[in-house]
């Protein structure tokens, strides 16, 4: 089992920035692709981000392309996503996700979920 904590939400103003974290416990960290998914009021969940075990791959939602990055240190078992240049349409929770495949992640069917943080974005 992987037990997957998000942190680093909050309420910004619309350009501001934020830095999610997702602490990952359990089996060896360093052994999953990771991600981040997110989930605004009324609608379905979508992919935002994703890396690979060693970083050496990343994918990004074409919606946050540019303004998102991310990045893991797997020395502390953390996965991080800055957010730049936010906008209100990036209200939503935002769930940390992990799976042994990077393609689990991309296509939200990974085996290990967070309880997600809010991201409120205000205009």
């Known amino acids: 089992q992987v037990q997957l904590v998000e942190s680093g939400g909050g309420l910004v103003q619309a350009g501001g920035s934020l830095k999610l974290s997702c602490a990952g416990s359990g089996r060896t960290f360093s052994n999953y692709a990771m991600g981040w998914f997110r989930q605004a009021p009324g609608k379905e969940r979508e992919f935002v981000a994703a890396?690979?075990?060693?970083?050496?791959?990343?994918r990004y939602a074409d919606s946050v392309k540019g303004r998102c990055t991310i990045s893991r240190d797997n020395n502390k078992n953390t996965v991080f996503l800055q957010m730049n240049s936010l906008k209100p349409e990036d209200t939503a929770v935002y769930y940390c996700?992990?799976?042994?495949?990077?393609?689990?992640?991309?296509?939200?069917?990974?085996?290990?979920w967070g309880q997600g943080t809010q991201v409120t974005v205000s205009s």
């Open positions: 996700v992990a799976d042994d495949r990077i393609a689990a992640v991309v296509s939200g069917t990974s085996d290990y």
């Open positions: 890396i690979s075990w060693i970083a050496t791959i990343t």
